[in-house]
């Protein structure tokens, strides 16, 4: 019983977070998002990059790096500006590769869900896979969450097929 009640708290706190961030509003200026992107925990810095990637772009970039000269060329430095620089220059970095990685892994997914479509579509499916080298982990994954739905809906044949579908990227991945 205490198992469950830990597992329905927890259920809770997960739902409860989620909540709040999605509940935030979001900033109108790069000068704001910056201050959002510091107030936000280092757990959270992916997802919120993910829902704001539109707005990480060259003008909010260049807002970053001009506050960071600022205070790294200021004639006289605080102790406080030297903690706000590290900040800014720590932030500038997450998000760079923060982004960076998103960008990848929805060109990534992107690339996915054209090689499933083509090997799904195909009269031949080992020759397309193999000849058109639409083999990767991406498409694995995508081939597994489609894999999740189908059982999910009670769809036996499509299951069957993208298992064998599955078995076969993995055998050619594997080689």
Do not use: C, W
Not at 36 to 43: G, H, P, R
Not at 95 to 104: I, N, R, S, V, W
């Amino acid at each position: 019983m205490q198992r469950l009640e830990k597992h329905s708290s927890n259920v809770y706190a997960k739902k409860k977070s989620d909540a709040e961030l999605f509940a935030k509003e979001i900033p109108d200026t790069p000068g704001e998002l910056i201050e959002y992107f510091l107030d936000t925990e280092a757990q959270e810095i992916e997802f919120k990059i993910a829902r704001l990637r539109q707005r990480l772009d060259e003008e909010f970039f260049s807002h970053l790096k001009f506050e960071i000269g600022q205070i790294r060329f200021a004639v006289s430095k605080t102790e406080d500006m030297e903690d706000r620089l590290i900040e800014l220059e720590a932030l500038q970095k997450a998000l760079q590769e923060g982004t960076e990685a998103y960008d990848k892994m929805q060109a990534d997914l992107i690339a996915a869900k054209k090689s499933l479509t083509n090997i799904l579509t195909s009269k031949d499916i080992k020759a397309t896979m193999v000849e058109r080298n639409e083999l990767n982990r991406s498409l694995l994954t995508l081939l597994d969450e489609n894999i999740a739905n189908a059982h999910m809906g009670n769809q036996k044949q499509a299951v069957a097929f993208m298992e064998k579908v599955r078995a076969a990227v993995l055998k050619y991945l594997m080689v």
